[in-house]
């Protein structure tokens, strides 16, 4: 069975991780996603059985026992197999060794650009920065509060997320300055009309770019 897929797989791996820690049944797993503030995890419990299935089904993990507590239903114990551990842990390396292809859909959208009016994206663009903001803010909260039950190893995604959106909004701001200073000019409604003007003619590399603004062009 190929397995690949499993390895980009945030909930597959999650339980990976969690049963290679001791064996576990559904019910507790999907407990500690929600202690640990796996939200990246985060699932319905139907999703959490079908992928335990598939882990089952590419024998990284296998089943042990079948217990009940009390009136509960039976619970089903998993425990890692040595393949699912190999896997495991060779995955993690990969994935923090290898940058992957990722495209948000900030990223489609900036790629798009110029389809939006100037004024238009800069209004877009200062109500992300106060999104960022605030998240920003609630990260820093959740780092503060955590921080005094959990290990920082168990936090070291929320720090690099506080990275990522720090960098982003230096970058949003940047591009804003650009925006209002006459750095970065574009006429939508132009390049509509005509989109090879986005391309540079190397005999002419500033031609595109009067031509993009049909401000600058009825100014100059």
């Given at each position: 069975?190929n397995k690949?897929?499993?390895?980009?797989?945030?909930?597959?791996?999650?339980?990976l991780?969690?049963?290679a820690e001791q064996?576990?049944h559904p019910?507790e797993?999907?407990?500690?996603?929600?202690?640990?503030?796996?939200?990246?995890?985060?699932?319905t419990?139907?999703?959490?059985y079908h992928?335990?299935?598939r882990?089952v089904?590419?024998?990284?993990?296998?089943?042990t026992e079948?217990?009940r507590?009390?009136n509960?239903?039976?619970?089903?114990?998993?425990?890692?197999?040595?393949d699912?551990?190999?896997?495991?842990v060779?995955?993690?390396g990969?994935l923090l060794?290898?940058?992957?292809p990722?495209?948000?859909?900030f990223?489609v959208?900036?790629?798009f650009?110029?389809y939006l009016p100037?004024e238009?994206?800069?209004q877009?663009?200062?109500?992300?920065?106060?999104?960022?903001e605030?998240?920003?803010?609630?990260?820093?909260?959740?780092?503060?509060?955590?921080?005094q039950?959990?290990?920082?190893?168990l936090l070291?995604?929320?720090?690099?997320?506080?990275?990522?959106?720090?960098g982003?909004l230096?970058?949003?701001?940047a591009l804003m300055?650009?925006m209002?200073?006459?750095?970065?000019t574009w006429?939508?409604?132009a390049?509509?009309?005509h989109p090879?003007?986005?391309?540079i003619?190397?005999?002419?590399?500033?031609t595109?770019?009067r031509?993009l603004?049909?401000?600058?062009?009825?100014?100059?």
């Amino acid at each position: 069975m190929n397995k690949s897929h499993l390895s980009r797989d945030p909930l597959a791996l999650t339980i990976l991780a969690l049963l290679a820690e001791q064996p576990r049944h559904p019910y507790e797993i999907q407990r500690l996603i929600r202690e640990r503030k796996k939200d990246f995890a985060s699932s319905t419990q139907r999703a959490l059985y079908h992928a335990i299935d598939r882990l089952v089904k590419a024998e990284l993990i296998l089943p042990t026992e079948t217990n009940r507590e009390g009136n509960r239903p039976e619970r089903t114990v998993y425990q890692l197999t040595d393949d699912g551990y190999e896997s495991f842990v060779g995955w993690l390396g990969e994935l923090l060794a290898q940058p992957l292809p990722e495209y948000p859909l900030f990223t489609v959208a900036i790629s798009f650009l110029a389809y939006l009016p100037m004024e238009t994206t800069l209004q877009a663009l200062a109500a992300r920065t106060i999104e960022l903001e605030g998240e920003l803010a609630g990260i820093e909260a959740r780092l503060q509060g955590l921080g005094q039950s959990l290990h920082r190893l168990l936090l070291l995604e929320l720090e690099y997320v506080r990275a990522l959106r720090q960098g982003e909004l230096a970058w949003v701001r940047a591009l804003m300055q650009d925006m209002r200073e006459g750095r970065l000019t574009w006429d939508a409604e132009a390049l509509r009309e005509h989109p090879e003007r986005l391309f540079i003619d190397p005999e002419h590399p500033e031609t595109p770019l009067r031509l993009l603004d049909r401000r600058a062009e009825q100014s100059s």
